[in-house]
Nanobody, 119 residues
Framework: QVQLVESGGGLVQPGGSLRLSCAAS????????MSWYRQAPGKERELVAS????????NYADSVKGRFTISRDNAKNTVYLQMNTLKPEDTAVYYC????????????WGQGTQVTVSS
């Protein structure tokens, strides 16, 4: 059974940091491309960051470049999103997404974790 389970969300003050984790199971994680998306109230879901399998290539939304870092630990089947210098506009539900197989035929979403940036 494929599962993506996010953790690490919460309430943080502007300028603070959080690290999100996404634990994967049920598929060959080391071969999967992994991403973080977010969705704020009343807005569409948007891609925040992505990381490929091999070779590792990272991509970021312009709004988070220089503040967020995506990484992966294939030994732990986990992808991370380190978020620094958080802003109120980063408030959203953050979702983990994985895609694998030939032409990324297979994919799955996590259940999401809430990140709230507020003083």
């Amino acid at each position: 059974q494929v599962q993506l389970v996010e953790s690490g969300g919460g309430l943080v003050q502007p300028g603070g940091s959080l690290r999100l984790s996404c634990a994967a199971s049920g598929f060959t994680f080391s071969s999967a491309a992994m991403s973080w998306y977010r969705q704020a109230p009343g807005k569409e879901r948007e891609l925040v960051a992505s990381i490929t399998a091999t070779p590792i290539v990272r991509n970021y939304a312009d709004s988070v470049k220089g503040r967020f870092t995506i990484s992966r630990d294939n030994a732990k089947n986990t992808v991370y999103l380190q978020m620094n210098t958080l802003k109120p506009e980063d408030t959203a539900v953050y979702y983990c997404y994985g895609a694998w197989g030939y032409r990324f035929k297979y994919n799955s979403w996590g259940q999401g974790t809430q990140v709230t940036v507020s003083s």
